[in-house]
């Protein structure tokens, strides 16, 4: 079983739908990531948390640290939010161990 | 400020070659991570760089190896390449202690 798992692997939406993705982790972390991958290669980090909720634009990011368990939302979708979404957990380094990813295609 | 800077941005080797990938660090950072992405796959860790010195490392083979300049720039080194170390390599800066880390855009490298 990986150290952390995300939900779902794949997500179609329409314009302007309210997205969810889910990360779970099974290990002691000192912060959890969320990160944009886009076709190319580049990633660029969204949110580094360790507690508490985290608000950007139309991007929310929640975390539960009891249930070692994070949601990432994303208000009112547009085309260009396609992407794959990816969780990764941090320790006690800089070192993060990442998810699968969450592929997210938004249709007009 | 450039942000993390990798180069070359795309490359082709064939088997049993050698290759070196570079990476210059966030303006600030002192610390650099490696990471491989098979196609499809999330980053798998390599290695770490702080203070010249490999802190940690994944589990990938001696035939991958780094180094760190004085500067905080970092290469990647891969020997006798296989068909299977054809990925995404990512650079990734930040300071010291857990923080914000912030990647490169990445060296496509295939090995045929």
């Known amino acids: 079983k990986n150290e952390v798992e995300q939900s779902p692997q794949n997500l179609t939406a329409q314009e302007g739908e309210f997205i969810t993705i889910n990360c779970s982790y099974s290990?002691?972390?000192?912060?959890l990531h969320w990160l944009q991958q886009h076709p190319g290669g580049g990633i660029v980090s969204l949110f580094m948390?360790?507690?508490g909720k985290k608000k950007h634009g139309r991007l929310i990011a929640t975390i539960n640290i009891q249930e070692k368990h994070s949601s990432l939302h994303i208000t009112a979708s547009h085309p260009r939010d396609s992407a794959v979404y990816i969780c990764?957990?941090?320790?006690?380094?800089?070192?993060?161990?990442f998810g699968t990813g969450t592929r997210l295609q938004v249709f007009p | 400020d450039a942000g993390v800077t990798q180069s070359p941005t795309h490359l082709i080797k064939t088997r049993g070659q050698q290759v070196t990938l570079r990476c210059s660090p966030k303006?600030?950072?002192?610390?650099v991570s490696w990471y491989q992405q098979a196609l499809g796959q999330g980053p798998q860790f390599i290695f770490q760089?702080?203070?010249?010195?490999?802190?940690q490392r994944g589990n990938f083979p001696d035939r991958f190896s780094g180094h760190q300049y004085p500067n905080y720039s970092s290469e990647l080194n891969v020997n006798a390449l296989l068909l299977g170390d054809s990925a995404l390599y990512l650079c990734?800066?930040?300071?010291?202690?857990?923080?914000?880390?912030?990647f490169g855009q990445g060296t496509r490298l295939t090995v045929v």
């Open positions: 990734a800066s930040s300071s010291a202690g857990v923080s914000e880390a912030f």
């Open positions: 290990v002691g972390i000192s912060a």
């Open positions: 948390l360790s507690s």
């Open positions: 990764a957990v941090s320790r006690d380094t800089d070192k993060l161990i």
């Open positions: 303006s600030g950072h002192d610390t």
């Open positions: 760089y702080y203070e010249e010195e490999e802190r």
